[in-house]
T-cell receptor
């Protein structure tokens, strides 16, 4: 039973390029969450999605960031026109519902040069 | 706005000691509370989940308690081992923000052989 799968593990982008981060939730999980972790800081909530719906995007920057969780396929976190400040570890988690534990992937480490 | 605080920020103990990690949260309206460990450069591993109606959960050498009314949780680790060295994160499933998981900054534990 595979856990939460994130790819790529490491991603290097030049300033101004686009970054696409993918997350496949655990089997049977329909809730997906994205978090960002900056060096020496805690995990910050970004967005919470269910299939084809964004439930809460209160943690997403208003510009350049978007997320989707289509009916088929993985959840995608997209960052357009990346800047150096976007360099961080991005973690995806999934759960079966509100009362269920969240399970995290190993993260994607984005470096913007 | 829910805030989660973990004390101490870092802890170093000799192997074999029993230890307690503390977590406090400001808003008692939570669905549940989850403890994780994070190893350097890795994702989060779920340790224990306590529902808001529960007082404690146990798994092996770990015991987590929850006092919702006072906004506190503790993680007790018995007979610590060097392999327990990691950062331990407490997170509450916030009832007031669509069920997002809000994290503390963690306690970095080092168990010396």
């Amino acid at each position: 039973n595979a856990g939460v799968m994130q790819n790529p593990r490491h991603l290097v982008r030049r300033r101004g390029q686009e970054a696409r981060l993918r997350c496949s939730p655990m089997k049977g999980h329909s809730h997906v969450y994205w978090y960002r972790q900056l060096p020496e800081e805690g995990l910050k909530f970004m967005v919470y999605l269910q299939k084809e719906n964004i439930i809460d995007e209160s943690g997403m920057p208003k510009e350049r960031f978007s997320a989707e969780f289509p009916k088929e396929g993985p959840s995608i976190l997209r960052i357009q026109q990346v800047v150096r400040g976007d360099s961080a570890a991005y973690f995806c988690a999934s759960s079966m519902g509100l009362a269920s534990p969240l399970h995290f992937g190993n993260g994607t480490r984005l470096t913007v040069t | 706005k829910q805030e989660v605080t973990q004390i101490p920020a870092a802890l170093s103990v000799p192997e074999g000691e029993n230890l307690v990690l503390n977590c406090s949260f400001t808003d008692s309206a939570i669905y549940n509370l989850q403890w994780f460990r994070q190893d350097p450069g890795k994702g989060l591993t779920s340790l224990l989940l306590i529902q808001s109606s529960q007082r404690e959960q146990t798994s092996g050498r770990l015991n987590a308690s929850l006092d919702k009314s006072s906004g506190r949780s503790t993680l007790y680790i018995a007979a610590s081992q060097p392999g327990d060295s990691a950062t331990y994160l407490c997170a509450v499933r916030d009832g007031g923000s669509q069920g997002n998981l809000i994290f503390g900054k963690g306690t970095k534990l080092s168990v010396k052989p």
